[in-house]
């Protein structure tokens, strides 16, 4: 009986917390007129956002660049033609640093494609200084390093006919973007990389990037130098996002999974959230994990918390919407995607979610345990008294 009672109350519980949802504090959409997207989002010193995202135009696309405050509201915008949006961060001197890429696709859509890639320097109003070109290469991620230079994550298309259709690639640059180094990793794609609190570099994507086949998403870690320290390979499709967390493992999500792996790649748990694209991950304030993306079978936004252990606490759709981009900020979190504008527009769209920093893993279905466990102790008081 007591046993059942336990049950009870765990399952309560974990219905409690399904049905939390974070506020949606703000939301806001740009360029209705055009079709547009934000496809990366970075918070700034000064408590606003850096966004990037790109507009179809007559002959292609155009990058947007966007700065706002802190609820969203537009400060500037910046247009660079002839790219579409990659990944964009905030300088040590209040700065930008911007990646586009533009391509094309070969006769088979799933064969190997040609294009290049730009790294973008942009001063604190959005003004561009220098830009560099890489070649033959889509990149995914950026981001500023210590000492004054960059970090460029993403792959090389091959060659038509050769053994693979993609090589991963890490490049460090100096601060005028020209490369001092470069690794390659034939068969694979990169969709994302971050700078280790030690100074050194994790990248992660799939090995099938055309067709996300299962079991081919890894991570890779790597030194400052540039030098492997050891790569892993994951039960899981692909990768899209993983950030490094407090005690030096490393959190993940991608196409129907989220993960924790630990220092050495080591898999600690893997959680399933089948017919979500988890495109990007970012750590809790009062722990753990919040992943966002897109519910690829009905096409909404969605964002989920979680606890240490991967155990979703709450849980907030957005229909209408899709979630590119996400991160962490001051009281909750920033996301970024495309909002659908009547009658057939889409527009480049941000909302901002509330989380007090009171929450905590355990807040949901508290309710719930207190009201169990009470009952409980009158069931084991009345079964001694009958005793």
């Not at 508290?366 to 005793?387: D, K, M, N, P, V």
Request: hydrophobic fraction near 45%; charge should be negative; charged fraction near 20%.
């Amino acid at each position: 009986m007591v046993a059942l009672l336990v049950a009870a109350v765990m399952m309560v519980s974990a219905a409690s917390a399904s049905e939390i949802a974070l506020p949606v504090a703000w939301n806001v959409t740009f360029s209705p007129e055009e079709n547009s997207k934000f496809d990366a989002v970075a918070g700034t010193a000064d408590g606003g956002y850096i966004v990037l995202g790109s507009t179809l135009t007559g002959s292609g696309e155009d990058l947007l660049l966007v700065k706002t405050d802190g609820r969203g509201n537009e400060i500037w915008t910046e247009r660079f033609p002839g790219m579409a949006a990659a990944s964009v961060a905030e300088t040590a001197d209040g700065g930008y640093i911007v990646a586009g890429y533009n391509a094309t696709a070969g006769q088979d859509q799933n064969a190997a494609r040609q294009g290049s890639s730009l790294l973008i320097r942009t001063d604190a109003a959005g003004k561009e200084e220098w830009r560099q070109v890489l070649q033959n290469e889509k990149v995914s991620v950026v981001r500023p390093t210590a000492d004054g230079g960059y970090v460029i994550t993403g792959w090389l298309w091959d060659l038509p006919g050769s053994a693979n259709d993609t090589t991963a690639v890490i490049t460090k640059t100096d601060g005028n973007g020209t490369p001092t180094w470069s690794r390659t990793f034939p068969g694979a794609a990169a969709n994302t990389g971050i700078v280790t609190a030690d100074g050194g570099y994790v990248i992660g994507g799939t090995k099938s990037p055309f067709t996300y086949d299962l079991g081919d998403a890894f991570l890779i870690r790597l030194d400052a130098g540039g030098n492997t320290l050891w790569e892993k390979n994951y039960a899981v499709p692909v990768i899209f996002d993983v950030e490094e967390t407090g005690k030096g493992g490393f959190v993940y999500s991608g196409n129907f999974w989220y993960g924790l792996v630990d220092a050495k790649g080591e898999e600690v748990w893997l959680r399933n959230m089948e017919g979500l694209a988890g495109y990007a991950v970012a750590l809790r304030p009062a722990g753990g994990y919040m992943i966002a993306g897109t519910d690829i079978r009905s096409g909404e936004a969605f964002a989920f918390g979680t606890d240490g252990d991967g155990i979703v606490r709450w849980k907030t759709t957005i229909p209408g919407a899709r979630v590119y981009a996400a991160d962490s900020a001051p009281g909750g979190y920033v996301l970024a995607g495309i909002r659908q504008v009547p009658p057939a527009m889409g527009a480049a769209w941000l909302a901002g979610l509330e989380e007090a920093p009171a929450s905590t893993p355990a807040a949901p279905g508290f309710g719930a345990i207190a009201a169990g466990a009470a009952l409980l102790l009158l069931l084991l008081a009345g079964r001694t008294r009958r005793e």
